[in-house]
């Protein structure tokens, strides 16, 4: 494959407590060095990048990605989702397991790795079902499916409901050091919402889904992980109060990590006043007060990571009322641009958190060997222009659906060049 320098980028890179210019060498897929003196001993690469006004770091990492297939090809595929997430800056995605059939069975896992190789663009890993079908009655086989190669197991889209189904899936993913990504709602609380519980939704007229279906839950399952040892990861956290529980838990010592979705850090439910089914999600869109709890969480690392939860939906799908559109939104190519305006920019967190929170932490809670440019490691790179400002347009995403929130937005910082196991997958027309 040759040979690769970037040089003259800010590399940053937590794993190894790295932020500083300098250069980074990668030779037949592999990073050899970060530093000028390897580098000059080199002699002439096969490629020079010059990232000079770069941010340099590993490869983002996104672990909540609905790629829809199979089933629902008409909102995206495994090959336009991955594509999304190489314009995004992701290197790697984790596919959630609510497709139509659900990645249940060794064959559907084996179906993703095979769609995922023919598409040749960013690394997909899989998720699988807690449960057979996704059904919360019984546990899929969950030693088959790690052997298949799954790296975590979820029924997103739906909680496991059933405490004792949980608990027993704790204690299985725990024999194999797998996390379970937790959906978290009591659908009793939630059934029929459209949005968040609270004053706009009452002004609107609209059925509410209250914080307190997704705090009962979260507490739940933090009780069952502290009980059984295994290792609870809290999908999309969306309130104050999930982020005070897990906070607690952790505080403890329980083995509990948490997310965040760039929708749930800059939004509010004020956005429904539009009656914009792009703003309907699920967790819902949430209060002024629960957005500056979920920003705090990252602050101090409460909330580990930043996920996605990218959900295309077609079009038309989206055109329904608002009671009968599906939840959901695209997040993989305009994760980085909301994450730097709204965090970065405004001196909330640093580079290094950032990078921490969108490639080491996703990557060491999936077990994945991603995340670093360490000596030896795959050299999966994301080069981010920190300083560019760009406008959202949909029509020119690589997503085959359109429905974001942020169309005409204008936001600072973009990944501008996508490298995958030492080569480059995608570059930033400027």
């Not at 937790?182 to 609380?189: F, K």
């Not at 409460?302 to 695209?330: N, S, V, W, Y």
């Not at 994450?339 to 290094?352: E, F, N, Q, Y």
Request: hydrophobic share 45%; charged share 25%; with cysteine.
């Amino acid at each position: 494959m040759g040979t690769l320098l970037i040089r003259g980028g800010r590399v940053v890179d937590p794993s190894q407590g790295i932020d500083r210019v300098d250069d980074v060498l990668v030779r037949d897929g592999l990073v050899v060095s970060v530093g000028q003196s390897a580098a000059q001993t080199l002699g002439r690469a096969d490629e020079t990048i010059d990232a000079g006004g770069l941010v340099v770091c590993p490869g983002l990492v996104d672990m909540h990605v609905h790629l829809r297939e199979p089933g629902r090809e008409e909102d995206e595929t495994i090959e336009t989702g991955a594509r999304a997430a190489l314009a995004g800056g992701f290197t790697s995605v984790a596919c959630i397991p609510n497709t139509e059939p659900p990645i249940d069975t060794q064959a559907a896992v084996e179906f993703v790795h095979q769609k995922a190789a023919r598409a040749d663009a960013c690394n997909v890993f899989v998720v699988a079902c807690v449960s057979r079908g996704r059904e919360g009655k019984e546990l899929a086989e969950i030693g088959r499916l790690v052997e298949a190669g799954a790296v975590a197991f979820s029924d997103d889209g739906a909680p496991v409901a059933d405490a004792e189904l949980m608990r027993r899936a704790l204690e299985y993913c725990r024999m194999f050091d797998r996390p379970i990504l937790a959906h978290e709602e009591v659908l009793e609380l939630s059934r029929g919402g459209v949005m968040h519980e609270g004053l706009v939704s009452m002004v609107l007229g609209l059925p509410g889904m209250p914080a307190a279906a997704e705090e009962v839950m979260i507490g739940r399952d933090i009780a069952l992980a502290e009980a059984t040892g295994g290792r609870l990861h809290v999908m999309h956290v969306s309130t104050a109060g999930g982020v005070g529980l897990i906070r607690e838990a952790k505080r403890r010592g329980a083995r509990v990590t948490a997310e965040a979705c760039p929708h749930h850090f800059t939004l509010t439910d004020e956005s429904l006043r539009t009656f914009d089914a792009n703003h309907k999600m699920s967790p819902p869109l949430r209060t002024a007060a629960d957005v500056e709890a979920i920003i705090a969480g990252l602050v101090d690392g409460t909330l580990d990571c930043i996920a996605t939860d990218h959900a295309p939906h077609a079009r038309e799908k989206k055109m329904l009322e608002l009671d009968r559109a599906p939840f959901g939104i695209l997040g993989l190519e305009t994760a980085v641009g909301l994450a730097v305006t709204r965090l970065v920019a405004t001196g909330r967190i640093d580079w290094p958190r950032l990078v921490e929170a969108m490639s080491t932490l996703p990557a060491r809670i999936l077990g994945i060997a991603r995340g670093t440019l360490r000596p030896g490691a795959v050299a999966d790179i994301t080069l981010i222009d920190p300083g560019l400002s760009w406008r959202v347009d949909v029509a020119k995403f690589r997503s085959k659906s359109v429905n974001s929130p942020f169309d005409g937005w204008t936001l600072t910082g973009r990944a501008v060049a996508t490298i995958v196991g030492g080569r480059v997958k995608h570059r930033l027309d400027r």
